[in-house]
């Protein structure tokens, strides 16, 4: 009797699907906490871009983000409902060999914190993303195997019209978070976060610890290290932020976010006054104030005036620098006076380009893209 080719014996079927299911959940999970938070995807990309020498491909992260999640999570989708396992798997195949030789020099030669390889979700190091694409690697390539004598484009008609549902539902859920904001915030800012309550807490936590900065010179290229109380970095066209690093004995790495909050005027740090109003405080986070729509700067204009209407106090948070008292009108409103705020903390904050977060003595109680106002 014939022996049976391997690929036709019935425990290696099993053993391929119980590999396909495994790749497959873990691209459909890594896929979704990425795409609902393309700007959190957009801010590993571009850590990556700078410790590779790319800063000249910044401007297209975001639309690498919204690509790259959406891949991923529709490669999930079809490895799981079996569309075109062959094709998927290639593809698949050859994510993860780019992936794991990433991590392998992030995690080495080309060091970077955080892969983000599963958003903000769970937390990896280089090394353990290293090990956890060692893992994939292997279980996708037996998946590849088992169907390479499958033709690759053979798509039936419910596979093809499976994957078109795919591309855009995978597609659509990273431009629809991009447009107005992540439906879960996992991070220090969240909807009834205490910011004063919250950055007490992680100091009390990071007593025995030192939080380090590192910033790079614009005009040099150069990186240099700042403590966390000194704020020469908070100037956004010198300092451009790579890093931040706290000792070994703390854990949780997502605190020192909550610590890096920090407002400031033409005379010094305003925080501490500004955390302390009573009532409501409307923020206007403005990343570039000449590059305001008009149909948004009608809707802060509201803002501004709700917040008269309510004898409440408003203000723009902005990263430009702020060297002497400034004032900004949006579409005709009421002066408002602009403060500081670094970059990164607002986009941590405030997952857009511009809208508004509203504090309830110092509670964070709203937030929204300015699409959304």
């Given at each position: ?18 590999c396909r299911v495994l790749v497959a959940l873990t691209f459909v999970f890594s896929g979704a906490v990425k795409s609902i938070d393309p700007w959190g995807t957009a801010l590993s990309v571009n850590n990556y871009l700078v410790s590779y020498g790319l800063e000249a491909f910044k401007p297209i992260a975001m639309i690498f983000s919204i690509w790259l999640c959406g891949a991923e999570l529709m490669m999930g989708c079809m490895l799981l409902f079996k569309v075109r396992i062959r094709m998927c798997s290639t593809f698949a195949t050859a994510s993860m060999i780019i992936f794991t030789i990433i991590t392998f020099l992030g995690a080495t030669f080309i060091p970077v914190e955080d892969c983000g390889c599963f958003g903000d979700v ?252």
């Amino acid at each position: 009797m014939a022996a049976i080719p391997l690929r036709n014996r019935r425990s290696f079927r099993l053993f391929t699907h119980f590999c396909r299911v495994l790749v497959a959940l873990t691209f459909v999970f890594s896929g979704a906490v990425k795409s609902i938070d393309p700007w959190g995807t957009a801010l590993s990309v571009n850590n990556y871009l700078v410790s590779y020498g790319l800063e000249a491909f910044k401007p297209i992260a975001m639309i690498f983000s919204i690509w790259l999640c959406g891949a991923e999570l529709m490669m999930g989708c079809m490895l799981l409902f079996k569309v075109r396992i062959r094709m998927c798997s290639t593809f698949a195949t050859a994510s993860m060999i780019i992936f794991t030789i990433i991590t392998f020099l992030g995690a080495t030669f080309i060091p970077v914190e955080d892969c983000g390889c599963f958003g903000d979700v769970v937390k990896l190091t280089p090394w353990q993303s290293f090990i956890k694409n060692l893992i994939l690697l292997p279980l996708i390539l037996v998946v590849w195997w088992r169907y390479r004598p499958d033709r690759m484009f053979a798509f039936s008609r419910l596979e093809f019209a499976m994957a078109v549902f795919f591309c855009v539902f995978s597609m659509g859920v990273g431009t629809y978070c991009y447009m107005h904001l992540p439906p879960v915030d996992l991070l220090p800012y969240k909807e009834g976060t205490n910011i004063a309550q919250a950055m007490d807490e992680a100091r009390n936590r990071q007593q025995d610890s030192e939080v380090v900065l590192v910033y790079r010179n614009r005009r040099t290229g150069k990186l240099r290290e700042f403590s966390i109380d000194d704020k020469a970095w908070h100037n956004e066209n010198r300092w451009e932020w790579v890093d931040t690093r706290v000792s070994e004995d703390v854990t949780d790495k997502v605190e020192p976010m909550i610590l890096e909050f920090y407002i400031a005027d033409d005379r010094g740090e305003v925080t501490d006054s500004l955390l302390s109003i009573k009532g409501n405080l409307y923020m206007l986070c403005v990343t570039n104030r000449a590059k305001v729509s008009a149909r948004c700067e009608e809707r802060l204009r509201s803002v501004v005036e709700q917040a008269a209407a309510e004898s409440a106090a408003v203000i723009c948070l902005t990263p430009e620098p702020v060297t002497r008292p400034t004032f900004h009108s949006f579409a005709g409103s009421e002066q408002v006076r602009c403060y500081n705020i670094d970059s990164k903390t607002m986009k941590t904050m405030l997952r857009a380009n511009t809208g508004l977060v509203v504090l309830t003595d110092g509670i964070i109680t709203r937030k929204a893209n300015c699409r959304d106002i």
